[in-house]
């Protein structure tokens, strides 16, 4: 006989759920008001349900397969690269320095051509100086 009643219990409690609705009406209106508190009057004032509670009354409504509209927003994940600055430096500066010597042969035409016109100038003006004195 005890194990028959052992087993109507064990079902009755297995049958039965926790009364998330009847909790989330109770709460609805603390729960609005954040995830750990909020500003009220210059003073920060904590939920009236505990952090432990309202997690596991979200956890139930989610099981339910309810939505839970109470978390904040996710914010962007951070785009912050992990490791040493100099390192990613020094990598930047090597393609940097690739690309700048590659660059190479036409920088130095480039500079070869205006030393020359410059010198050229300078001979120009140099012998227009000499006809008008």
Do not use: C, F, N
Not at 15 to 26: G, I, M
Not at 59 to 74: N, S
């Amino acid at each position: 006989m005890a194990a028959k009643a052992a087993k109507s219990i064990a079902k009755a409690v297995g049958e039965y759920q926790y009364p998330w609705r009847e909790k989330l009406a109770k709460h609805k209106d603390e729960l609005a008001k954040g995830v750990w508190g909020y500003w009220e009057l210059g003073a920060w004032k904590p939920l009236a349900i505990s952090a432990r509670r309202r997690a596991r009354l979200r956890k139930e409504v989610l099981l339910a397969g309810a939505d839970w509209e109470y978390d904040p927003e996710r914010k962007e994940m951070r785009t912050k690269r992990k490791g040493h600055k100099v390192d990613r430096l020094a990598a930047e500066k090597r393609e940097r320095t690739a690309e700048l010597m590659e660059a190479m042969p036409q920088m130095l035409a480039d500079y070869r051509k205006r030393r020359w016109e410059r010198k050229m100038k300078a001979e120009d003006d140099a012998a227009k100086k000499a006809l008008q004195e």
